[in-house]
């Protein structure tokens, strides 16, 4: 079955210096992988996607992670963070197995950028 | 294109209650999902449907039930509420061919 973990539950970095939050996936056959963030009191919004393309993933708001199948992790980064980055962050697996795509949400990191 | 709308935002419900959560997609799509979202689990899944007129359970379906009305329409619903219910509520969707999902804006519903 597939399944991610997020390692860290709580991040803080200061305004302009580099984000890491971390992510371990498990499945089964390639995976299709996500990043979602959702600011307070917000729905959620999709910041990037792996489908076996290029390793490396773009997103919005100058994040990306990368694919290492070896280490089974798709870990989110951004070179310099904003105070609008404060928010939670969810990495996905999807699972297709069933014929039907359902999506295994991690527990989420909360993102805290001090000024 | 309004994209996946929910309605009510919020509801406040007495223990043993009911309520229908309701959610419709303007996109087209066939798959259509219920989340609820409490603090330190992400966001796990209730019921979903793959097409019109199919539903299935998901990881936590006890104490809901859910219609797929036509293609637009999936609503959730609470036949006797209680507190263990108290959550933030998602409705999602997506195409077949590509597993991108988009959300409603959730209903917080709290049960006394």
């Known amino acids: 079955a597939q399944s991610v973990t997020q390692l860290d539950s709580h991040v803080s970095v200061s305004e302009g210096t580099p984000v890491l939050l971390r992510c371990n996936y498990s499945s089964s056959y390639s995976p299709s992988l996500f990043w979602y963030v959702q600011h307070p009191n917000k729905g959620l919004q999709l910041l990037l996607k792996y489908t076996s393309a290029a390793t490396l993933v773009k997103g919005i708001n100058g994040f990306e992670a990368e694919f290492k199948k070896s280490e089974t992790s798709f870990h989110l980064t951004k070179p310099s963070a904003h105070m609008s980055d404060a928010a939670e962050y969810f990495c996905v697996v999807s699972d297709a197995t069933s014929g039907t795509y359902k999506y295994i949400f991690g527990t989420g990191t909360r993102l805290k950028v001090l000024a | 294109n309004a994209g996946v709308t929910q309605t009510p935002k919020f509801q406040v419900l007495k223990t043993g209650q009911s309520m229908t959560l ?20 992400g966001l796990r899944l209730i019921y979903y449907s793959a097409s019109e007129g199919t539903t299935d359970k998901g990881e936590v379906p ?51």
């Open chain 2, 62 to 112: 006890n104490g809901y039930n859910v219609s797929r009305l036509n293609k637009r329409e999936f609503s959730l619903r609470l036949e006797s509420a209680a507190p263990s219910q108290t959550s933030v509520y998602f409705c999602a969707s997506n195409r077949p061919t590509l597993d991108t999902q988009y959300f409603g804006p959730g209903t917080r519903l709290t049960v006394l």
């Open chain 2, 22 to 41: 309701q959610c419709a997609q303007d996109m087209n799509h066939n798959s259509m999902y219920w989340y609820r979202q409490d603090p330190g689990m």
